[in-house]
Structures are given as C-alpha cells and as structure tokens.
C-alpha cells in the first residue's frame, strides 16, 4: 500500500514569484508519481508524471517537478506563477507493477495567487 | 474530441433513497475508473473496469455500493440506501488501457439530506 503527504494544505503566493508544492510518499515498491491540477468546477487535469528515467520531469503551463528517491519526495515547482496557477493540486502514487491503475492521492494543497 | 462526461452534475437526495451516477468515457477508452472524493480530502479509489468486468472493486465501501459497464462503454455507480456519510463528489476516469494516462471527468456532487 502506498500513502501521500501533501504538508501545506495552502499556498499564497505572489504574481510572478516562485512557487513550490511539498509531496512525500510512502511505498514498500517501485512507483509512479503524478500531479493533478484541479481547477474550480472542473475536473482533475495531468500536470506530469514520473515513471522512470530522467528525475526531472517537465509539464505543462511551466511546471517541473523532480523525483528523490533517497528522500521519497516529488515537489511541484514553478519559476513564475500566473493568476491563472491558482487552483488545487494533487499529488498521487501508484505501484509500478500489476496495480498501477490505482492512484492514491493526497489530499491537495490549494495555491492561491496574489496580484 | 469530448472528454469524460458525468451526469448528473448535482444531486440531492434524502437519506435512505437510492442513486445512480452515470459515466461516459473517451472514446476508446478500455479501462474506467470511479473515485470518491470528500471535503477536503484527495480522490479514493473505488472500482476499476477493464472493458465490461470490474477487474478491482476493493475501494467500495461496503455492499450499498454497486457499478457495471455492461457494454464496455458508460458506466453507472448505484447507492442504495443512501446515508449522509454518502455525500462527496464521485469523480469518474477513463484510460486507453490499464496503467496509461487517467483522464477525469468533472464529477458528481451527491449531497445526502
């Protein structure tokens, strides 16, 4: 079983700075990680996701987010954000084996963005 | 072309009545997924279909809680004796096949009175 911690359940953040979203996973097997956005009245969207290969993986609107396996984290950055960026995030697990259809999720951080 | 569709977007309900919550994949889509998400929570896992069967259903909280797929295509989940512990919104996805890419819907806000 795998669980997720996202430790900021909010963000505010000003136009234009940077931003960065906490995730820690748990797991006794292999994973994949992902990122949801989910915007008001909408449903969740993939931001990114990490499989294998190359820990630093690139999404779409300009996010990032790197894989740390030592430190079994998967932190969501932005150089710049937007008043677009304001919404809640998501970060799940799933195994990378037979169960990989799973996703466990934590339980958001919202990210408010300040003119 | 279309996304995943969910209807209704909004339902109430007394206590004790039964629901149901339609799904409409992505075309294509073989494999289809319901979640259920609380306030202030992350989506939970219910039920997983790969083509007409429900490869997982470990996620369902107990006997009240029912889906099919019975061509492969849309799904309904069914409640019945609804309590208001029921209330959340039931999120629905779909992939291509097992293990790629989920894609949501907007949701089924259930509110149980």
């Known amino acids: 079983a795998q669980s997720v911690t996202q430790l900021d359940s909010q963000v505010p953040v000003f136009e234009e700075a940077p931003v960065e979203l906490r995730c820690n996973y748990s797991?006794?097997?292999?994973?994949?990680l992902f990122w949801y956005v989910q915007y008001p009245n909408q449903g969740l969207q993939l931001l990114l996701k990490?499989?294998?290969?190359?820990?630093l993986v690139k999404g779409i609107n300009g996010f990032e987010a790197e894989f740390n396996k030592s430190q079994t984290s998967f932190h969501l950055r932005k150089p710049s954000v937007h008043i677009s960026d304001t919404a809640e995030y998501f970060c799940?697990?799933?195994?990378?084996?037979?169960?990989?259809?799973?996703?466990?999720f934590g339980k958001g951080t919202k990210l408010s963005v300040i003119p | 072309g279309a996304g995943v569709s969910q209807t209704p977007s909004n339902k109430v309900t007394e206590k004790g009545k039964y629901v149901e919550l339609r799904c409409d994949p992505i075309s294509g889509h073989t494999a289809l997924y319901w979640y259920r998400q609380s306030l202030g929570q992350g989506p939970e896992f219910l039920i997983y279909f790969q083509g007409t069967g429900a490869a997982d259903d470990s996620g369902l909280p107990n006997d009240r809680f029912f889906a099919v797929r019975p061509e492969g295509s849309v799904s309904t989940l069914k409640i019945q004796r609804t309590e208001r512990g029921d209330s959340a919104v039931y999120l629905c996805?779909?992939?291509?096949?097992?293990?790629?890419?989920?894609?949501f819907g907007p949701g089924t806000r259930l509110l149980v009175l």
């Open positions: 799940a697990v799933s195994d990378s084996g037979a169960g990989s259809y799973q996703l466990t």
């Open positions: 990490y499989l294998s290969g190359s820990t």
């Open positions: 996805a779909s992939s291509l096949s097992v293990g790629e890419t989920q894609y």
């Open positions: 797991s006794s097997v292999s994973v994949y």
